[in-house]
C-alpha cells in the first residue's frame, strides 16, 4: 500500500476514534496525516469511502487471526485462551484502533463489503461458540449473548483503557485485570 495512502487510513482511524465518525471532517484528516486535501481525495473520494477502507483493513486482519485460531484442531479452551490473548493483545498494542472499531462497527454508512466482513467475523465467532457447545463445553446459548458475554466485555476493557490513555489519569487496568476478565468470560460461556 502506497504509505501517504496507509497514513490517510491511520489519521482517519484515529480521527474517527477520538472525535467520531460525524464529527471528524475531511481537513482534520488530511492536517493530521500531513497531505494537503488534494492528496486525500486522491487516495479516496470522500469520508465514507476513508471509514470504509480503514474498517475493512482492520476487519481483514482481525478475520485472519480468528479463523487461524479457530481453524486449528486443538481444545476448546485452548482456543478460547488463544481469542483472548490476541484481543488482548490487540488492546494493548493498537488501543486506537480496537476504539474505532467499536465506534464503527456499527456505523450505517458502512459499504456492503464493510458489512460483510463485519458478518464474516460474527460467523467465526459463531462457529468457535457452537463447535464448544457440541463439545459440551459451553452452554446453549444466542450468539447475541455470547457476543455480549465476550467480545462486549473486552470493548468494556478496552474503553478503561482508551480513557486512562486518553482522559483521565486513572492508571489502565493491568496483566491481572485481563486475566481476571479471561475468567470471568469464561465463566459466563461455560457450562
Given at each position: 500500500?502506497?504509505?501517504?495512502?496507509e497514513?490517510?487510513?491511520?489519521?482517519?482511524?484515529?480521527?474517527?476514534?477520538?472525535?467520531?465518525?460525524?464529527?471528524?471532517?475531511?481537513?482534520?484528516?488530511?492536517?493530521?496525516?500531513?497531505?494537503s486535501?488534494?492528496?486525500?481525495?486522491?487516495?479516496?473520494?470522500?469520508?465514507?469511502?476513508?471509514?470504509?477502507?480503514?474498517?475493512?483493513l482492520?476487519?481483514?486482519?482481525?478475520?485472519?487471526?480468528?479463523?487461524s485460531?479457530?481453524?486449528?484442531?486443538?481444545?476448546?479452551?485452548?482456543?478460547?485462551?488463544?481469542?483472548?490473548?490476541?484481543?488482548?493483545?490487540?488492546?494493548?498494542?493498537?488501543?486506537?484502533?480496537?476504539?474505532?472499531l467499536?465506534?464503527?462497527?456499527?456505523?450505517?454508512?458502512?459499504?456492503?463489503?464493510s458489512?460483510?466482513?463485519?458478518?464474516?467475523?460474527?460467523?467465526?465467532?459463531?462457529?468457535?461458540?457452537?463447535?464448544g457447545?457440541?463439545?459440551?463445553?459451553?452452554?446453549?446459548?444466542?450468539?447475541?449473548?455470547?457476543?455480549?458475554?465476550?467480545?462486549?466485555?473486552?470493548?468494556?476493557?478496552?474503553?478503561?483503557?482508551?480513557?486512562?490513555?486518553?482522559?483521565?489519569?486513572?492508571?489502565?487496568p493491568?496483566?491481572?485485570?485481563?486475566?481476571?476478565?479471561k475468567?470471568?468470560?469464561?465463566?459466563?460461556?461455560?457450562?
Amino acid at each position: 500500500m502506497n504509505s501517504k495512502k496507509e497514513q490517510l487510513l491511520s489519521a482517519a482511524i484515529k480521527t474517527f476514534a477520538c472525535t467520531g465518525y460525524a464529527a471528524s471532517t475531511v481537513p482534520e484528516i488530511a492536517k493530521l496525516a500531513h497531505v494537503s486535501i488534494g492528496t486525500l481525495y486522491h487516495y479516496f473520494d470522500s469520508k465514507q469511502d476513508l471509514l470504509n477502507e480503514a474498517l475493512q483493513l482492520i476487519l481483514k486482519h482481525v478475520n485472519d487471526n480468528l479463523a487461524s485460531i479457530i481453524h486449528s484442531d486443538r481444545e476448546t479452551e485452548v482456543l478460547f485462551n488463544d481469542l483472548l490473548g490476541f484481543g488482548f493483545q490487540f488492546i494493548q498494542e493498537d488501543i486506537t484502533t480496537i476504539h474505532f472499531l467499536y465506534e464503527n462497527i456499527y456505523n450505517d454508512k458502512l459499504y456492503q463489503p464493510s458489512i460483510t466482513l463485519r458478518e464474516q467475523t460474527v460467523d467465526l465467532l459463531n462457529e468457535f461458540f457452537k463447535n464448544g457447545e457440541k463439545q459440551n463445553v459451553f452452554k446453549t446459548s444466542d450468539i447475541h449473548a455470547q457476543l455480549a458475554i465476550s467480545v462486549g466485555s473486552l470493548f468494556m476493557m478496552c474503553n478503561f483503557y482508551w480513557i486512562s490513555q486518553n482522559f483521565s489519569s486513572d492508571n489502565a487496568p493491568n496483566q491481572q485485570s485481563l486475566e481476571d476478565l479471561k475468567t470471568q468470560i469464561w465463566h459466563g460461556l461455560t457450562i
